[in-house]
């Protein structure tokens, strides 16, 4: 019995080790209480994963501070920006409203803005 709850706290410790927290700019999203927040995605240069750009209203100086990032302070990667809605949904967040910025003279991608519900 006391082999089974050994590996049981084994696993569970290797288990929480590897869960990684997300955060902008240090501030964790479960920390994060506002009703809109604002997401982006950018594409990755070489992949087609994409990074997201979120922002919610703190004072940024820099536009790579906005990225969604893991404990080791790297940028996470999506699949796509409905991938990043989808997540932001077990944050409480549902999507308000889609629209488009305009990235230079041909093209646009959208942005999404999403609400608390």
Known sequence: MKK????????????????????????????????????????SFLADKQWIALEYGQKVGDYSEQYIRDDNDKKLEFNSAIDAVNKMKAYGYALFSVYTEQVDQSSNRPVYVLKRK
Do not use: M, P, W
């Not at 084994?10 to 501030?27: D, E, I």
């Not at 479960?30 to 950018?42: C, E, G, K, L, P």
């Open 4 to 43: 089974i709850i050994l590996a049981a706290a084994f696993v569970a410790c290797f288990g929480l080790s590897r869960a990684k927290a997300q955060n902008v700019n240090g501030v964790k999203l479960t920390d994060i209480h506002v009703d809109y927040i604002q997401i982006r995605a950018t594409k």
